[in-house]
C-alpha cells in the first residue's frame, strides 16, 4: 500500500450472492404468501410496510455505526501515524485487507445463510469493519489530512443526493447487477495491468492521468452500486431483484463496502499525497 499498491486499492465488493435468491420458491413470482414464521424469507416489496420499515431501519443503524467506526479509525491513524510507519508496518495492512476479503469470499461461497443466524452474522459484520477500517486508515496516511476530509465530506454528499434519488426515481436499477459485477471485474483488471507496468517499468503511477482514470473509473462504478444497491433495500417499486426480510446484515455489507470503495476512489481522484 505505501509505495504502488494505493492507487490499485482493490475495490471490494461480494460477488456471488444473489438477493432475495433465498425467498421460498414463488414468493419472488408473488404467489404463496408464506406464513408468520417464515416472513424473514420474504422480498422486502412483499412484506407489510412496517415490516419494511424495519429492515430499512436495521440496515441504515447498522451502517451508520460501521462508517462511524471506520472513518473514526481512518482519521485518527491519518493525523498519527506517517508514511514512514506504513513503510515499516505493511505487514499489518496485509493481514487486514487479505483477512476482509477471505471472509467476504468465505461467506458468499459457502455460508451465506450464516448470515442470518444470530450471534455469527454480527460477529462477521464487527469483524469485517475492524479489517476494513484498518486497511482504509493505512490508506489515509499517505494523503494529507485536508484531502482525507474532502474526500470524506464528498463521500457524504454524495451518498445522500444518490440515497434520495434511488429511493424517488420510477426508473428500476435492481436489474443491473450482472452488468455491475462485469465492470467491477474489469475494474480489478484494470488495478492490476498499471501494478504490473508499474512494476515493470518502475515507474509510479500516482497522480498519472491513467491512475485519475482509473479512480474516476471506480467513483462512477460506485456510484451505480449505491443506486443500486439502496433500490434493493427500500423496495417499494424496484421489484428485479430484492433483499429477503432476514438479509439486513448482508444489505448493510453491501452498502458499506460501496461507501467505502467510493470514498477511496474520491481520495484517489482528489487527494494530495504527503
Request: aromatic share 14%; glycine share 10%.
Amino acid at each position: 500500500m505505501y509505495q504502488n499498491s494505493s492507487q490499485q486499492y482493490p475495490p471490494q465488493h461480494p460477488q456471488q450472492y444473489q438477493p432475495g435468491q433465498m425467498a421460498a420458491p414463488g414468493i419472488v413470482m408473488g404467489t404463496p404468501v408464506p406464513e408468520a414464521g417464515d416472513i424473514g424469507k420474504m422480498p422486502v416489496s412483499q412484506v407489510p410496510p412496517e415490516v419494511r420499515n424495519g429492515f430499512v431501519r436495521k440496515v441504515y443503524s447498522l451502517l451508520s455505526v460501521q462508517l462511524m467506526v471506520t472513518f473514526g479509525i481512518a482519521l485518527y491513524m491519518n493525523t498519527q501515524l506517517t508514511p514512514l510507519w506504513v513503510a515499516k508496518h505493511l505487514g499489518i495492512y496485509y493481514m487486514a485487507s487479505l483477512g476482509t476479503l477471505a471472509m467476504m469470499l468465505g461467506v458468499s461461497c459457502c455460508c451465506a445463510d450464516a448470515l442470518r443466524n444470530f450471534p455469527f452474522n454480527y460477529a462477521f459484520l464487527a469483524a469485517l469493519t475492524i479489517g476494513m477500517s484498518i486497511t482504509v486508515g493505512f490508506a489515509t496516511v499517505l494523503y494529507t489530512t485536508d484531502s482525507v476530509l474532502l474526500a470524506l465530506g464528498t463521500t457524504a454528499g454524495v451518498f445522500l443526493v444518490l440515497t434520495a434519488y434511488a429511493c424517488l426515481t420510477t426508473t428500476d436499477f435492481t436489474g443491473i447487477g450482472p452488468y455491475l459485477f462485469a465492470g467491477l471485474i474489469a475494474l480489478m483488471m484494470f488495478g492490476f495491468v498499471i501494478s504490473i507496468f508499474s512494476w515493470l517499468t518502475g515507474t509510479p503511477m500516482v497522480g498519472s492521468m491513467v491512475h485519475k482514470l482509473y479512480a474516476g473509473c471506480g467513483v462512477l462504478l460506485f456510484v451505480f452500486y449505491i443506486i443500486y444497491d439502496t433500490q434493493l433495500i427500500v423496495g417499494g417499486e424496484h421489484k428485479k431483484q430484492q433483499f429477503a426480510v432476514d438479509d439486513y446484515v448482508f444489505a448493510a455489507v453491501e452498502l458499506y463496502l460501496d461507501v467505502i470503495n467510493l470514498f477511496v476512489f474520491l481520495l484517489e481522484l482528489m487527494g494530495d499525497r504527503r
